[in-house]
């Protein structure tokens, strides 16, 4: 199983970005999909969640302007980032719980990151 994230890049800050990540694979089911940041000298951290069903949870520092979105079809999400602030800059990472097999337990399954910087 691979996931490959998509999206970063240099923008000024209240600009937007949109992220992608797809998994890809031998994959029996993708169960909650997740992007988490991790800006320099500082722990990762959990930014949003999406549900198979489609259910969204974010971190407060994002609400209102950032947006989780999914599509089963082609097991990939999005994170559709609006009103962006420097302190938003960070490596973003795409997670993945997946079933690789019917009968097989579900895994963590990580990305590479891909680098969002704001500009003041």
């Known amino acids: 199983v691979q996931l490959q994230a998509s999206g970063g890049g240099l923008v000024q800050a209240g600009g937007s970005l949109t992220l992608s990540c797809t998994a890809s694979?031998?994959?029996?089911?993708?169960?909650?999909m997740a992007w988490y940041r991790q800006a320099p000298g500082k722990q990762r951290e959990l930014v949003a969640t999406?549900?198979?069903?489609?259910?969204?949870k974010y971190v407060d520092s994002v609400k209102d302007r950032f947006t989780i979105s999914r599509d089963n079809n082609v097991n990939t999400i999005y994170l559709r980032m609006n009103n962006l602030k420097p302190e938003d800059t960070a490596d973003y990472y795409c997670?993945?719980?997946?079933?690789?097999?019917?009968?097989?337990?579900?895994?963590?399954?990580w990305g590479k990151g891909t680098l969002v910087t704001v500009s003041s």
């Open positions: 997670n993945a719980n997946i079933r690789q097999y019917r009968f097989d337990a579900a895994m963590e399954y």
């Open positions: 999406v549900t198979s069903g489609g259910s969204t």
């Open positions: 694979g031998m994959i029996f089911v993708v169960n909650t």
